[in-house]
């Protein structure tokens, strides 16, 4: 039916979404052939489960190697629910590929070099099908970026400010799932940029900046995950100010002593929301503390750096989801736990480390002139150590912020990939824990986040002090 | 004898099929912790499996043993016995835990043993006496029934579960 697939076409086509790459040779022939072998639509057939594998395997394959740029941009409209199948089967299949990988010892690989060998290229076809995979469900952040200069005019005419938006990394791809839920957080960031960051054109005059204010967006791939930045160059965090709404709201004591970076992070407190926020401008009173929730939900952290005077930085940092991570397993007490790659700097054997106890018990490490906060993890889980002291190892992780932290393990276990597995789809965000992963032998590890091990590690000083 | 027994137990099973299909039953599994027996309904049981080992989790409640991989999720284990204000389970490969859905999550429970289904009509649940509450928390039952001479508590599993978030 020729019509009413020129008219699923053209439907599609108006879709902003999915920017698979082309699918023309496909496409095409069926338009101009009626006798095409399906009788409905491929559209239709996709939502069929698909009768024909290859031209499937081949757009994927397209969409891997990123066909040079096309005039028009031909897709499909695929049910998001057949895609996230496909997405955990591929995940499955990398798990079992992993096992089998394991498996291999001397012994097979002396006499059984044709098998070893078809593991090895097994291992390489899984990963382009998970890049493949990956892609399918990936877009360029430009869908959402591409509403902000519109938004960016309009704040500049209703505060009156001259405000200019540079945006970096719109080609930068994300998961669909979590590029919905950017729009109102990015919008949500600049808006309070444009209202408290950014000073009045006479403001900045005074203080020699340039008139017009630069608000500037960025999205990047970095260390495995996703950072988008929203920075302005205008009068920073009013630190006092915040301060004293928080003692107002009863978010901290009136004595509360604060670092400058703490009191930053305050304007994510729950039911912080400043009463510029419930502008007009800024609409229904949104804040900070919703931005940080929403963005929680989605499995990602948001951080706020600020320079009086010179402008501050909102920046979120997102997973991305089935994301094959590159880990490095170690062994503490009896459990085995993964920390991401991308969040180690190095490892150093615990006998050559010059690590103090401080008076209140805290451990320091002494690193090039650096004083690092080092955690046991093995009292942080509650195991007992399996090895002396001078057998373990440390390793030194960068957490958001550029802060340092070691970690004290057992063993190192070596690298390898693992998939990423949710632990809030049935339980809740952990502090320490950015998720879990199936290991070989079947058994669940769970996947160490560096930067909410502090958190972590404070609370249960906390509760052991109290 | 026998036979008018099996005419009996028949009739009553036809009485409880009837019951179900208007609507006036609910179909329950049971399952004992010590000597005593719970249930849940039924459509919330998604499976039911041996115990196996579980990966502990940092920072949670303490009848929260950990999670399991259930064919690929993640799935997190509450003892029953320990929730209830028991100790923790002595765990063997003869436990069982039950996995439900509860909303959109699924979580399973570990018990001693399953024991039977049952139909039972509305009408023969009785609510949770006064001062059921343990420890100060909301009925973890939200209601009684008996059955076969054996008490069973109908366990309010959203409030069993709300417990198991993370202590802050």
Redesign the interface.
């Known amino acids: 039916d020729a019509m009413s697939f020129a008219d699923m076409l053209s439907d599609v086509q108006g879709d902003p979404a999915p920017q698979e790459a082309d699918s023309q040779p496909e496409i095409q022939p069926e338009t101009q052939s009626e006798n095409t072998r399906e009788p409905a639509p491929p559209q239709a057939a996709a939502s069929q489960g698909d009768p024909k594998p290859e031209p499937k395997a081949e757009k994927a394959d397209k969409t891997a190697a990123k066909a040079s740029a096309t005039p028009a941009i031909q897709s499909v409209r695929v049910d998001l629910d057949k895609v996230d199948r496909v997405v955990n089967m591929v995940g499955e299949l990398v798990i079992t590929q992993a096992m089998l990988t394991e498996q291999i010892d001397d012994r097979l690989r002396d006499n059984y070099t044709d098998l070893v060998r078809g593991l090895e290229v097994l291992a390489q076809h899984s990963r382009s099908l998970q890049d493949s995979v990956m892609a399918i469900r990936a877009q360029p952040v430009k869908s959402v970026f591409a509403r902000m200069p519109r938004l960016i005019r309009e704040l500049s005419a209703q505060t009156g400010k001259k405000i200019r938006l540079e945006m970096h990394g719109e080609t930068t791809e994300i998961d669909k799932t979590v590029i919905e839920q950017l729009s109102d957080p990015l919008t949500h960031m600049i808006r309070n940029s444009a209202d408290h960051g950014i000073e009045s054109p006479e403001a900045r005059a005074e203080q020699g900046k340039p008139e017009e204010g630069t608000i500037m967006l960025s999205a990047e791939q970095a260390g495995g995950k996703i950072v988008i930045r929203v920075s302005d160059d205008g009068a920073g965090i009013n630190r006092k100010r915040v301060y004293g709404l928080a003692v107002e709201r009863g978010i901290i004591a009136e004595d509360a002593v604060l670092s400058d970076e703490d009191i930053d992070q305050l304007v994510f407190a729950p039911g912080f929301s400043t009463a510029e926020s419930v502008s007009n401008i800024s609409g229904r009173g949104v804040g900070m503390d919703v931005v940080r929730q929403n963005i929680q939900k989605l499995g990602g952290r948001v951080h706020v750096k600020s320079e009086p005077g010179r402008g501050s930085s909102v920046t979120l940092t997102l997973p991305l989801t089935l994301a094959v991570l590159d880990v490095m397993m170690v062994r503490v007490g009896e459990a085995s736990y993964v920390l991401p790659l991308g969040s180690i700097v190095e490892s150093i054997q615990m006998s050559d480390a010059s690590v103090n106890t401080l008076p209140d018990g805290a451990r320091v490490l002494q690193l090039r002139g650096e004083y690092i906060q080092v955690i046991d993890l093995a009292s942080l889980f509650s195991f007992t150590s399996s090895v002396p002291e001078s057998d373990q190892f440390l390793i030194l992780c960068e957490l958001e912020g550029n802060a340092k932290i070691g970690l004290v393990v057992d063993t190192i276990l070596g690298q390898q990939q693992v998939v990423i597995k949710s632990l809030e789809e049935n339980f809740a965000r952990l502090d320490g824990i950015a998720g879990a992963t199936i290991l070989g032998d079947g058994r669940v590890a769970l996947i160490l986040d560096v930067t909410s091990l502090k958190s972590l590690h404070r609370a249960r000083s906390g509760a052991e002090a109290a | 004898m026998d036979s008018l027994a099996a005419n009996t137990d028949s009739h009553a099973h036809q009485k409880a099929v009837a019951a179900l299909d208007a609507g006036e039953a609910l179909q329950l599994i049971s399952f004992s912790v010590d000597e005593q027996y719970f249930g849940v309904e039924i459509t919330t049981v998604r499976e039911i499996r041996a115990w196996s080992?579980?990966?502990?989790?940092?920072?949670?409640a303490p009848f929260v043993r950990?999670?399991?991989?259930l064919r690929?999720?993640?799935?997190?284990i509450i003892d029953l016995r320990t929730r209830f204000g028991g100790p923790k389970t002595d765990t063997t490969p003869t436990h069982v835990v039950v996995v439900l859905a509860i909303g959109q999550?699924?979580?399973g429970i570990l018990v001693d043993a399953v024991s039977d289904i049952l139909t039972v009509p509305h009408a023969d649940i009785s609510p949770v006496p006064d001062g059921a509450e343990i420890n100060g928390e909301e009925a973890l039952l939200t209601g009684i029934v008996t059955h076969a001479d054996q008490m069973v508590g109908l366990i309010n599993l959203p409030a069993v579960v709300r417990g198991?978030?993370?202590l802050?």
């Not at chain 2, 950990?66 to 991989?69: E, K, L, W």
């Not at chain 2, 690929?72 to 997190?76: A, E, K, R, S, W």
Request: charged share 10%; proline share 17%; no cysteine.
């Open positions: 080992d579980v990966t502990p989790l940092p920072n949670t950990g999670v399991i991989n690929g999720t993640i799935v997190p999550k699924w979580m198991a978030t993370p802050n």
